[in-house]
T-cell receptor
């Protein structure tokens, strides 16, 4: 069974530019999460989807971050415009409804 | 936001030694989880705890859910080089789809 796929693996942009990350969850997993992991910290939930609906986006900075999961499968996370403090690893995770969240390898973003 | 205090922040141990790390919170959690993250990868679930006082093992790993529901510890016995990595605790208040709050991690380094 293929794991959670994320792309790109690395991205370097200048502040005020836009960037988008893509996630393909494990086949059949209805729940998808985006986390932000700043260096030296644990992951912090940005948004949780159940199929194509948002369950929790309370910690998503909505003035610059957006996410969608239009067909209930793949998801994209966008930052526009990026700030220096957005430099982090962005992790995608999925679950079929059980306890285990399966994480992808992450996208490492550096904002200069 | 909610904080989990995880300690120690980092540790160096000799191969074969036992190691302990713990996590405390000011709030009650219904579930405690322990993850390991290797460099360049997403976190992987090691142990899940669902009931106060519960003691659960997974190979050389043992974790306990504190009686007060505000803490948890993880023990690794007879450490080996592949135990190197960052260990995160995570707590959840709601059901299996609820938001996870992660600690800042314990970085484990083993001297061969």
């Amino acid at each position: 069974e293929a794991g959670v796929a994320q792309s790109p693996r690395y991205k370097i942009i200048e502040k005020r530019q836009s960037v988008a990350f893509w996630c393909n969850p494990i086949s059949g997993h209805a729940t998808l999460y985006w986390y932000q992991q700043i260096l030296g910290q644990g992951p912090k939930l940005l948004i949780q989807f159940q199929n194509n609906g948002v369950v929790d986006d309370s910690q998503l900075p909505k003035d610059r971050f957006s996410a969608e999961r239009l067909k209930g499968v793949d998801s994209t996370l966008k930052i526009q415009p990026a700030k220096l403090e957005d430099s982090a690893v962005y992790l995608c995770a999925s679950t079929s409804g059980g306890e285990t969240q399966y994480f992808g390898p992450g996208t490492r973003l550096l904002v200069l | 936001g909610q904080q989990l205090n995880q300690s120690p922040q980092s540790m160096f141990i000799q191969e074969g030694e036992d190691v302990s790390m713990n996590c405390t919170s000011s709030s009650i959690f219904n579930t405690w989880l322990w993850y390991k993250q290797d460099p360049g990868e997403g976190p992987v679930l090691l142990i899940a705890l669902y009931k106060a006082g519960e003691l659960t093992s997974n190979g050389r790993l043992t974790a306990q859910f504190g009686i007060t529901r505000k803490d948890s510890f993880l023990n690794i016995s007879a450490s080996i080089p592949s135990d190197v990595g960052i260990y995160f605790c995570a707590g959840r208040r709601g059901g299996s789809q609820g938001n996870l709050i992660f600690g800042k991690g314990t970085k484990l380094s083993v001297k061969p």
